[in-house]
């Protein structure tokens, strides 16, 4: 379906028709002309006069189209297996659907004469500035960040393989904030400043030097910055070490805010990291897991779920399962670890993987009372049919929820249980010395983990029994409100009863907030200048009591957990359901709408543009925005 016809059928059709004569008649004096006929195949961006086109066509008003053998090398360039996948409009979806005022042509959004940018949403005012979305009303935020996004020449951005991004944090984020009324369209009034790069291989440094090259000879903002305030998000293993290559960028970004998953501040010889997070300007964001993941891991049946003691499986109610569950790969080549000597692996290649940490856990502890540590963890060995695909997905998910600790250490760099451990609602173990877990040192991950040093491991045994039934319940009760955090819940939908106001992506751009409202603050400090902050990061509105505070997400009722009895179902005070629900305990509820019901996620797995905040709603301008 087009861009188009998908946002035709709506209540907006008419008025949209309208406001399009209006954008029209708004021929501005500001704006550039692009070269003649550019709109027949292409968009005119009006603000810099340049002509975008889709990838089968070049020229200056993309009156060519390309050879066979020349796209079948631009598409080969942009990651596609072949030129027929990199044009079709089936294998390829537009950012944010076009916004209802162009076409969607294979990725690339043909937009109405009048408008431009990636999604359409721009368009010039009268008095030659850009404008967002300016026929539907849109308003910023009254609360920060203001956040502009550089339009960048396509084949920078939109003309990348988005279908193949097997990370697609950075893309998502993207349709999220026209949602949130974080956007601005005048780079004059931001506090933040975007660069929408695709950054998950080292290879990606060239492309982020070249839109730095692009943005600094066309825009003020980094020059008068000195490249302060502008960010990218970058999803590589290794973090900003990976794609910060000085023989592309030289010293370029050394100013630039890195928003990554891995928060390495330290080299090490015995993995070949070398020290890649810098606190005073870079952000460590949860992994964004899919879906499809969270289902199968149990997340959307987990403990951090008021309804979980009334509604789970009664054999899933207690803790009763190993005291530290770990599944997954110990060897960096992938053998089985032997028992009975060290190093235990058969080789040494890879032999840094984890940091060894998951080698001496395993050889260790192996087979501590107690302790469940499966070396082969979920792969094609074990699994060559989908039925026992499942299986040991759903035995992966019981350990999850059934575990009083579960174990969270690295892998080839980031790792992703202490998210899976949190999400499903086990106390993550984390042993990484010297990393950074997401949005430290915002949020304290000792409040709801349990952080051993990796001198400690042989001991790990001892230092999990000296834990208190009274410290492991308060770790229990504050694990919901930390989940919020790690999930991305405005664009996954709702599985543990949250509204999404503190999700993974309302959590970074508070974080960008208050860090643009207290720049000559450290991190560390930051709680403490920024009242709003400190507040949110404990799930509650800045000067909210007792019970509001319960009602957003620190449900004190769960401590009970961690003295041995069920936590009790605690019931939140009445307030509208912000959020769709995924969560199999909200299924037959007339009280709660259920994702399914309002959007057809087979259809495209991560939600509608915007993700599931905005449902079925072509209209981002209405999407909700219930805390704005």
């Known amino acids: 379906m087009s861009a188009r016809t998908w946002w035709r059928g709506t209540a907006n059709e008419a008025a949209s028709a309208a406001a399009g004569v209006l954008l029209l008649l708004l021929a501005q004096a500001g704006a550039v002309p692009c070269p003649e006929g550019c709109t027949l195949q292409g968009t005119c961006n009006e603000e810099l006069g340049r002509c975008d086109c889709p990838r089968d066509r070049t020229g200056p008003a993309c009156e060519t189209e390309l050879s066979a053998e020349a796209l079948e090398q631009r598409c080969q360039k942009l990651g596609f297996r072949s030129s027929a996948v990199c044009i079709s409009d089936g294998d390829n979806w537009c950012l944010n659907g076009c916004s209802g005022r162009g076409d969607c042509r294979a990725g690339f959004c043909k937009c109405d004469p009048g408008t431009f940018g990636s999604d359409c949403s721009l368009s010039l005012g009268p008095d030659g500035k850009p404008r967002l979305l300016a026929d539907r009303g849109y308003t910023p935020r009254a609360r920060g960040p203001r956040v502009y996004v550089y339009e960048l020449p396509p084949a920078m951005n939109t003309w990348r393989n988005a279908a193949a991004l097997d990370r697609p944090t950075a893309r998502l984020f993207l349709e999220r904030l026209t949602a949130t009324g974080a956007l601005v369209a005048d780079g004059d009034n931001a506090d933040w400043w975007f660069i929408p790069v695709t950054m998950r291989r080292a290879a990606d440094a060239k492309t982020l030097a070249g839109a730095l090259a692009y943005i600094r000879q066309r825009h003020p903002w980094w020059n008068q910055t000195r490249g302060h305030r502008h960010f990218v998000i970058a999803v590589s293993d290794l973090g900003r070490a990976e794609t910060d290559r000085k023989a592309a960028l030289g010293r370029l970004t050394h100013n630039m805010t890195f928003v990554t998953y891995w928060g390495n ?54 803790r009763n399962g190993p005291t530290l569950f770990f599944s997954g790969r110990i060897c960096g080549d992938h053998s089985l670890p032997r028992t009975d000597v060290w190093p235990s692996c058969a080789t040494d290649v890879a032999s840094g993987y984890s940091g060894g940490v998951r080698q001496l856990v395993h050889f260790h502890h192996w087979e501590r009372t107690g302790f469940y540590i ?90 999990l029994a000296a ?99 069920p936590s009790p179902v605690v019931v939140h005070a009445p307030s509208p359901q912000r959020l769709c629900s995924v969560s199999t305990f909200d299924a037959g509820d007339l009280a709660v709408r259920t994702c399914s019901k309002v959007f057809d996620l087979s259809a495209r797995p991560y939600g509608p543009s915007a993700g599931l905040m905005c449902e079925a709603s072509t209209d981002l301008v209405a999407c909700p925005r219930p805390w704005s």
Not at 289 to 294: D, T, V, Y
Not at 426 to 435: L, Q, R, W, Y
Request: net charge neutral; with cysteine.
């Open 265 to 318: 501040v330290r080299n090490r010889t015995d993995s070949d990291w070398v020290a890649s997070h810098r606190n005073a300007t870079d952000i460590v964001l949860p992994v964004f897991i899919s879906p499809g993941k969270l289902r199968r891991m149990g997340a959307y049946s987990g403990r951090n779920h008021p309804k979980y003691d009334a509604k789970a499986p009664r054999e899933q109610r207690e």
């Open 467 to 565: 834990i208190s039934p009274e410290e492991y319940g308060r770790k229990v009760s504050r694990l919901r409100c930390a989940a919020q955090h790690l999930a991305f819940s405005t664009v996954t939908g709702s599985f543990m009863g949250e509204s999404g106001r503190f999700d993974a992506f309302e959590t970074l751009l508070e974080v960008l907030r208050a860090k643009a409202e207290h720049p000559g603050v450290a991190p560390e400090g930051l709680r403490r200048a920024d009242a709003r902050l400190d507040a949110f990061m404990e799930c509650r509105e800045e000067g909210a009591g007792e019970e509001e505070e319960k009602r957003l997400g620190n449900t004190p009722g769960f401590e009970a957990v961690g003295k041995g009895g």
């Open 374 to 463: 499966n070396p082969t963890g979920i792969n094609k060995k074990q699994a060559p049919t989908l039925e026992t695909f499942n299986e040991l997905w759903t035995r992966y998910g019981n350990h999850l929820l059934t575990s009083k600790f579960c174990l969270a250490p690295l892998g080839g760099g980031h790792g992703q249980r202490q998210i899976q451990a949190a999400l499903a609602g086990c106390v993550p173990v984390v042993i990484s010395d010297g990393v950074l877990e997401s949005f430290e040192p915002y949020l304290d991950w000792n409040e709801f983990g349990v952080r051993v040093a990796e001198a400690d491991i042989p001991r790990l045994h001892e230092i």
